[in-house]
């Protein structure tokens, strides 16, 4: 059974930095790509970044040059280095995995 299971969030003063995990238990790892999707209050899920299997990277407009997505193939995890962040990048924070989702980690950016 493939689980997933995000850890890191948290509230974050505006500029300040974040970093996000997301273990993956019960399925070969690095063969597959990973994926940070946000759903914020009252709006519909939104990708955020990939990484492939060969640790290509793509990211969303609205978070490109502020964060970086990365991956640990040993340790079966992704992460998700968040820098500069801003109220708007409030949200829950999903990771996603072949078809699988994780719980989710709520991100709070205020002062």
């Known amino acids: 059974q493939v689980q997933l299971a995000e850890s890191g969030g948290g509230l974050v003063q505006p500029g300040g930095s974040l970093r996000l995990s997301c273990g993956v238990s019960?399925?070969?790892?690095?063969?597959?790509?990973m994926a940070w999707y946000r759903q914020a209050p009252g709006k519909q899920r939104e990708w955020v970044a990939s990484?492939?299997?060969?640790?290509?990277?793509n990211y969303g407009d609205s978070v490109k040059g502020r964060f970086t997505i990365s991956r640990d193939n040993a340790k079966n995890t992704v992460y998700l280095q968040m820098n500069s962040v801003k109220p708007d990048d409030t949200a829950v924070y999903y990771c996603?995995?072949?078809?699988?989702w994780g719980q989710g980690t709520q991100v709070t950016v205020s002062s």
């Open positions: 019960g399925s070969i790892f690095s063969s597959y790509t």
């Open positions: 990484i492939s299997s060969a640790g290509n990277t």
């Open positions: 996603y995995f072949r078809k699988y």
